[in-house]
T-cell receptor, first 115, second 111 residues
Framework: DSGVTQTPKHLITATGQRVTLRCSPR?????VYWYQQSLDQGLQFLIQ???????AKGNILERFSAQQFPDLHSELNLSSLELGDSALYFC??????????????FGPGTRLTVT | GENVEQHPSTLSVQEGDSAVIKCTYS??????FPWYKQELGKRPQLIID?????GEKKDQRIAVTLNKTAKHFSLHITETQPEDSAVYFC??????????FGKGTSLLVTP
């Protein structure tokens, strides 16, 4: 168990819908990262938050957004869902921002299926 | 941005043999190189990492080497066991930033 929690574990929804994925980082970790894992694209970075502020963006679609709350949990919002959005979505956390303390630990993931 | 290439994509070894997975990276600013093991349907688990000020690191049967000049790093697993079967991902990044992953190596250890 990495200490990172994600809910829900599984999500099945229809095209055009909107969903919210939730992540709670390890105690003490300030940085949260979202990654998408699909069969054809591998593990791809979506977005990073550090202590409530957006720090970096990767290959995140405009239909997707995220935020990190004062208690440091994070939510990833996916809207106007398409079949191609079906994937495993992982959240990872690290202490972040400090020298030598940047190992990232992954949560169990949310498997999203768009039908 | 950073581009990480990983080889081979699949690797089959017999139990007790060694396995080697190789990665190259493009951004000379990258200074942190972790390796993750992922079993089917599970989360990636950090198994070992190396920083750019170190050339080699070992943890029991697992070792990682880094050649900064050539921009490549490798994972070595000795005395492989069936439970080592999984997908292994290398990654490269600058400290505190997102991981840039290779495409993964599916390792199969046969008894």
């Amino acid at each position: 168990d990495s200490g990172v929690t994600q809910t829900p574990k599984h999500l099945i929804t229809a095209t055009g819908q909107r969903v919210t994925l939730r992540c709670s980082p390890r105690s003490g970790d300030l940085s949260v990262y979202w990654y998408q894992q699909s069969l054809d694209q591998g593990l791809q970075f979506l977005i990073q938050y550090y202590n409530g502020e957006e720090r970096a963006k990767g290959n995140i679609l405009e239909r997707f957004s995220a935020q990190q709350f004062p208690d440091l949990h994070s939510e990833l919002n996916l809207s106007s869902l398409e079949l191609g959005d079906s994937a495993l979505y992982f959240c990872a956390s690290s202490v972040g921002g400090l020298e030598f303390l940047y190992e990232q630990y992954f949560g169990p993931g949310t498997r999203l299926t768009v039908t | 941005g950073e581009n990480v290439e990983q080889h081979p994509s699949t690797l089959s070894v017999q139990e007790g043999d060694s396995a080697v997975i190789k990665c190259t990276y493009s951004d000379s600013a990258s200074n942190y190189f972790p390796w993750y093991k992922q079993e089917l349907g599970k989360r990636p688990q950090l198994i070992i990492d190396i920083r750019s000020n170190v050339g080699e690191k070992k943890d029991q049967r697992i070792a990682v080497t880094l050649n900064k000049t050539a921009k490549h790093f490798s994972l070595h697993i000795t005395e492989t066991q069936p439970e080592d079967s999984a997908v292994y991902f290398c990654a490269a990044t600058q400290a505190g930033y997102a991981l840039n992953f290779g495409k993964g190596t599916s390792l199969l250890v046969t008894p």
